[in-house]
Each structure stands twice: as structure tokens, then as C-alpha cells.
């Protein structure tokens, strides 16, 4: 098993090992395709050669950065954070005239690491936009004012850079009353690429309900690190959308292919700010 999550793990970055990764898989798997199309040419869809390219450019479209703040809430301070959060997006929103960011999310984590919020931003024209940003904000009394009262809420917090999956559907704000999932992953490092080249298919099978809002990979903070986002209407059609996924052809081995690319993964259900853009 050492040796097959070796294989595995250089597969993505070093094409002369191609033909004896697919070796591999042959004989741990199960051939179990029924239709005239075989499992190698599924594998083969969209398939994102290694090269010496970065990661970032072959997985990613677009010069949009996404920062994701994690914040651990005080228990007994919950309300005045989000008081004091909804005034800072306010604040930005104003001065949206001298900044690229946009909010795209705001959630209070209801299933997982409990007394979480998270904050999705978008910064639109790369890093440099972020550097601009930080730079008006660093020096505005008023966002420093509600950073310093923000700091009396918090246990800690976390921020990375991420960038969004260009096979994923358009990130688009959602009506209504829903619940999403945040599913993240820790990679081997090195696995990135086929990561992607899975994910690239595995994402067809994920459709039918509408259910995906977001997949992003991080650039800095935590690394080799995939978060996948999806949105519900309820824990049951939570439910009732991933049994109807495992009973759609293809979507299993899917799967079997990307689990020994894991390190270890996590999920959280999260419920919509009041604030939030989308609902």
C-alpha cells in the first residue's frame, strides 16, 4: 500500500510515470464499467498534463484571488462579533470606489468546529489588488477601530489565499433559505494536478441539484489544501442529493481515485449571515 500511495503521490508531477500509474490502478481496481466506453478513456477526460507550468495556471482561469477568513468566535460573544463584522463589510462596501473586493459569503459554522464564522472575499485583479486593499484599509481610524474592538471577540483566527477551480460552475449568490457544506481536504504534496484532472470529470456527476457553489485550492496559508463548497435546502436533501450521486454510473470511481490522494479531510455544515450576499 506504501508503494501504490507512492506511485500515486508522483503521478501528478512527473509524466514518464504515466503508463505505470495506470499500470497500478488496473490491478487495484475493479474493473466494474459496464458501457462501450472504458475506464481508460474516462480517465482521460480533460486530462491536465504536468508540466512546468505552475499549478495555479493550468487548474485556475482567472486573476480573481479569494481570501478566506476563519474566525473562532468567544462563546459568550457571538452577537457582538457579528454586530461588529456586519459594520467592517459595511464600511468596505463604501469605499468600494478605491477597493476590488467584493464579499461573497458569510457564514456561522452550525456542524463541525462550533463558535467558527467564515468570511469568503473576492479581490478582483490579483494579488496586487489585495496589497492595495490592505494598504487603504491599514490606514482608515474606522476599520482600525473595529479590528481592535473585533480582536476582544476572537480566540483566533486564520486567513489563506485561494484561488477557484476553473472546471467548477460560476460562483453566484443564491436565493433563498439554504444550508452549505464546506468540505476540505489536505493533499499529499505533489497530487495537486490529478487532483484536478479527477475532479474535472467527478464535478459532471455533481450537478443534477444544483448543489455546487464553490471549489477553490489554496495559494497561501495552509498548502496543498481543497476546499469544495456545497449548497443544500435542508441536512435531507443533503442527504437525498449525495445517495442519488452514488447511484449515478461513474461517480464511485471517481472517488476511488482521488481518496488515496487524501491526508486527512474534514466537513462543516454552515448557516448564512444575516449580511451575507448570498443566502
Not at 45 to 50: C, L
Not at 207 to 230: C, D, P, T
Request: hydrophobic share 35%.
Amino acid at each position: 500500500m506504501l508503494k501504490l500511495r507512492n506511485l500515486l503521490a508522483i503521478g501528478g508531477n512527473n509524466s514518464n510515470h504515466g503508463s505505470g500509474l495506470l499500470a497500478v490502478r488496473a490491478l487495484s481496481t475493479t474493473a466494474s464499467c459496464k458501457d462501450s466506453e472504458s475506464w481508460f478513456s474516462k480517465l482521460l477526460v480533460r486530462k491536465i498534463e504536468p508540466t512546468k507550468e505552475p499549478h495555479s495556471r493550468m487548474l485556475s482561469d482567472k486573476e480573481i484571488i479569494y481570501a478566506l477568513h476563519t474566525h473562532n468566535v468567544r462563546p459568550d460573544s457571538m452577537s457582538n462579533y457579528l454586530n461588529n463584522y456586519k459594520t467592517t463589510v459595511a464600511l468596505i462596501n463604501d469605499k468600494k470606489a478605491n477597493l476590488s473586493c467584493d464579499l461573497v459569503a458569510s457564514w456561522t459554522v452550525q456542524v463541525g468546529d462550533m463558535d467558527q464564522c467564515l468570511h469568503l472575499w473576492k479581490y478582483t485583479g490579483g494579488f496586487e489588488k489585495i496589497d492595495q486593499a490592505k494598504e487603504d484599509l491599514w490606514n482608515d481610524p474606522e476599520y482600525l477601530s473595529l479590528m481592535h474592538e473585533r480582536s476582544k471577540f476572537l480566540r483566533s483566527r486564520h486567513l489563506q489565499y485561494l484561488l477557484a477551480f476553473s472546471y467548477w460552475p460560476q460562483i453566484a449568490s443564491r436565493p433563498g433559505k439554504n444550508i452549505y457544506e464546506m468540505r476540505s481536504y489536505r493533499l499529499t504534496p505533489g497530487t495537486m494536478i490529478e487532483w484536478g484532472n479527477n475532479w474535472a470529470r467527478a464535478i459532471n456527476y455533481r450537478k443534477h441539484n444544483n448543489e455546487a457553489f464553490a471549489g477553490f485550492f489554496s495559494q497561501i496559508g495552509r498548502l496543498y489544501n481543497v476546499h469544495h463548497i456545497w449548497c443544500y435546502k435542508s441536512l435531507q436533501d443533503r442527504k437525498e442529493t449525495r445517495e442519488a450521486s452514488w447511484r449515478t454510473p461513474g461517480w464511485d470511481e471517481c472517488v476511488a481515485y482521488t481518496v488515496p490522494l487524501i491526508r486527512d479531510m474534514h466537513c462543516r455544515v454552515l448557516a448564512p449571515t444575516e449580511f451575507s450576499p448570498t443566502q
